[in-house]
């Protein structure tokens, strides 16, 4: 167990919808990054918060938007879903920033129908 | 541009047989970290090493930052050490993680 939790586990829902995924980092990090591993991209970083302010981006759609609460939980919420959006998104977390393990979650598996 | 490449893509041994995966990267890094994905998808930490050797167990891991790449080590495989190990680094002046694409290990009873 990383200290990582991610709710839900799973997701099933339909196009055009708009689902949010959470993730609370392990006890004392402040880091909290966003990763998308999909059958053709492998996995990717899509957005990095440290203690509430958004720190760097990757390949995040438009669509895609994410927040960091003071509490230091976050959220990923994904709208108007396409087929290409089914993927397994990973919450990770640090201490610091670069210099340090990051914590993976269990994952949360979103398919899109 | 920047990459992380793994080999062998995959890998099926016998139990009880060790292997090496290699990682390669293409500049300097200042986080490098090896990750068992097991069959259920879960990601688990196995080492954090940027430089130097560590070990763990059955498990032992090097990297030769000066050369770009680092190397896992599995002694006396079991098949709970099946599933997909990927290397990921953090480049200098980046803050993410960069995958590789992973070696796939499947391990025959």
């Known amino acids: 167990d990383s200290g990582v939790t991610q709710t839900p586990k799973h997701l099933i829902t339909a196009t055009g919808q708009r689902v949010t995924l959470r993730c609370s980092p392990r006890?004392?990090?402040?880091?909290v990054y966003w990763y998308q591993q999909s059958l053709d991209q492998g996995l990717q970083f899509l957005i990095h918060?440290?203690?509430?302010?958004?720190?760097a981006k990757g390949n995040i759609l438009e669509r895609f938007s994410a927040q960091q609460f003071p509490d230091l939980h976050s959220e990923l919420n994904l709208s108007s879903l396409e087929l290409g959006d089914s993927a397994l998104y990973f919450c990770?977390?640090?201490?610091?920033?670069?210099?340090?393990?990051?914590?993976f979650g269990p994952g949360t598996r979103l398919l899109v129908l | 541009g920047i990459q992380v490449e793994q080999s062998p893509p995959d890998l099926i041994l016998q139990e009880g047989a060790n292997s090496t995966l290699r990682c390669n990267f293409s500049?300097?890094?200042?986080?490098l970290q090896w990750f068992h994905q097991n069959p259920w998808g879960q990601l688990i930490n196995l080492f954090y090493?940027?430089?130097g050797t560590k070990q763990n167990g059955r498990l032992s891991a090097t990297t030769v930052a000066t050369e770009r790449y680092s190397l896992l080590y599995i002694s006396s495989s079991q098949t709970t050490d099946s599933g997909v190990y990927f290397c990921?680094?953090?480049?200098?002046?980046?803050?993410?993680?960069?995958f590789g694409t992973g070696t796939r290990l499947t391990i025959i009873p």
């Open positions: 918060y440290y203690n509430g302010e958004e720190r």
């Open positions: 500049d300097s890094v200042n986080n």
């Open positions: 006890s004392g990090d402040l880091s």
């Open positions: 990921a680094v953090v480049y200098f002046g980046n803050e993410k993680l960069t």
């Open positions: 090493i940027p430089s």
């Open positions: 990770a977390s640090s201490v610091e920033i670069t210099q340090e393990t990051q914590y």
